[in-house]
């Protein structure tokens, strides 16, 4: 009399487990590095504030400089002008024009650009010139295309 049909059950070999688990192991390894990379590449080109730039001269009525974006050396970049904590002008840094080639030659891909307001009034004033950059979802942000402000003193008389 049979009770029950005997089933052989073959377990795997240890080593043949061992190289399994490695294998899973290596593929989620592999998933993980290429999830950091795509990450890296998005957050690089959409979060890293990699416009820069140089106030070369600021004065009672004036403030230029140049401004670059080597992850679009090519595009116009829009710049608000900001003066003693406040919001005065907005422009867009276009090509490089003739009057600028032989310093576009030497510094690469810059954007001059040049602000003109109305004199300011005597005492010392802090200017900032930042890019608006714009992400995917149409965020917008200001960008500092200096790590500080520039800083003047007028006198009276000036």
């Given amino acids: 009399m049979m009770t029950g049909a005997l089933v052989n059950e073959v377990e795997p070999a240890p080593e043949t487990v061992a190289r399994l688990v490695r ?61 003693d904590g406040r919001p005065t002008a907005i422009m867009t840094a276009l090509e490089v024009q003739p009057g600028h080639a032989v310093s576009a030659l030497r510094r ?5 650009f040049e ?25 917008l942000s200001l960008v500092p295309i200096t790590r500080r402000s520039e800083t003047f003193t007028l006198s009276p008389g000036r």
């Fill in 23 to 83: 294998a899973v192991l290596l593929k989620s390894l592999l998933e993980i590095l290429i999830l950091c990379l795509v990450l890296g590449i998005a957050g690089f080109k959409y979060f890293n504030p990699t416009i820069r730039g140089e106030i070369m001269q600021a004065d009672a009525v004036s403030v230029r400089g140049w401004v670059t974006n080597p992850l679009a050396p090519h595009d116009p970049i829009q710049l608000e002008l900001v003066i």
């Fill in 115 to 139: 602000f003109s307001f109305q004199r300011l009034p005597a005492g010392t004033h802090s200017v900032q010139v930042y890019a608006v950059q714009t992400t995917p979802g149409r965020t």
């Fill in 108 to 112: 690469g891909s810059e954007h001059p």
